[in-house]
């Protein structure tokens, strides 16, 4: 698979994150918080994951979401497994 570069994987998380989840697109900004800031619920995070999985074709670790927070915690962790 290719390597994406951060603004390439932030791109697409915004897309997924305004196309499936309705979130307005200024609210994606790096240090929005996904449960405060985007107001996602832990369904919304296990979709994430399974758009984030078919995105990186890697299957991702559910610790690694223990830890995530913000849009940015996001794009690093999947810069990690790509």
Not at 38 to 65: C, H, M, R
Request: no cysteine.
């Amino acid at each position: 698979m290719a390597k994406y570069t951060r603004d390439e994987i932030f791109d697409k998380l915004k897309n997924i994150l305004a196309d499936d989840f309705e979130i307005e697109p200024e609210k994606l900004v790096l240090d929005a918080n996904l449960f405060e800031d985007l107001e996602l619920d832990s369904i919304d995070a296990v979709d994430l994951a399974v758009k984030l999985q078919e995105f990186t074709g890697q299957k991702i670790p559910p610790e690694n979401f223990k830890q995530i927070k913000t849009i940015a915690d996001v794009v690093s962790a999947i810069e990690k497994l790509l």
